[in-house]
Nanobody
Framework: QVHLVESGGGLVQAGGSLRLSCAAS????????MGWFRQASGKEREFVAA????????VYADSVKGRFTISRDNAKNMLYLQMSSLKPEDTAVYYC???????????????WGQGTQVTVSS
């Protein structure tokens, strides 16, 4: 079992920045791929970024590439998402997820946090 808790969401103006955090706990957390997804109101949950715990290779959705940066602190079992140049279309509930494969669909991930709301005003 892996337990995930997100924090850091909030209201920000367009063009601003925000950093999300995800605290992970449980057995063998270090063996899981960690990712961020988001779900806007009335839309499907979509992939944002992912990173394996054992390497620093990251993948991003095209919509956030160059603006968002995923990182992790293995010693603290923390995952981060630094978001810059935010746009109103980035408004969504952001979820932290853990899985055994570095996929880009929600079906690739087995554990989910409760989500944190990010609202970008124009």
């Amino acid at each position: 079992q892996v337990h995930l808790v997100e924090s850091g969401g909030g209201l920000v103006q367009a063009g601003g920045s925000l950093r999300l955090s995800c605290a992970a706990s449980g057995d063998t957390v270090s063996t899981y791929t960690m990712g961020w997804f988001r779900q806007a109101s009335g839309k499907e949950r979509e992939f944002v970024a992912a990173m394996g715990w054992s390497d620093r290779s990251a993948v991003y959705a095209d919509s956030v590439k160059g603006r968002f940066t995923i990182s992790r602190d293995n010693a603290k079992n923390m995952l981060y998402l630094q978001m810059s140049s935010l746009k109103p279309e980035d408004t969504a509930v952001y979820y932290c997820a853990a899985g055994t494969v570095r996929g880009q669909t929600r079906f690739d991930y087995d554990y989910w946090g409760q989500g944190t709301q990010v609202t970008v005003s124009s």
